[in-house]
């Protein structure tokens, strides 16, 4: 068995669900209270059918996914996966911080 540097710990998955539940939040307020689009297709048609089912299916996705990171927190590839969540929602996170400023910002 190799040794793995590991980086991330459990404090870092508790980061990652604040960050998808934020992404969650955000993306229903966006479509709910401005009809903006959800970005990502495979979503997309479940925010347009029903919110709620969207916000389940999202959980459901997601949830599942986390509970494997920490299972296997201490393989590589988990390291990794974590890694790369943690980049791509903190990247929608700017995004809809960003979206957040645009639609509060007067004369838009």
Not at 37 to 63: R, T
Request: aromatic share 12%; proline share 4%.
């Amino acid at each position: 068995m190799s040794n793995v540097i590991q980086c991330f710990k459990q404090a870092h998955l508790r980061i990652l669900l604040l960050l998808i539940i934020l992404d969650l939040v955000a993306t229903t307020c966006w479509y709910v209270f401005f009809g903006i689009e959800e970005a990502n297709p495979l979503l997309s048609a479940q925010i347009k059918d029903s919110p709620l089912n969207f916000i389940l299916i999202k959980l459901g996705l997601s949830l599942p996914g986390l509970y494997l990171l920490k299972k296997y927190i201490n393989k590589r590839i988990a390291q990794y996966g974590i890694a790369i969540l943690l980049l791509c929602y903190y990247v929608v996170a700017l995004i809809h911080i960003m979206i957040f400023f645009m639609l509060m910002t007067p004369g838009q």
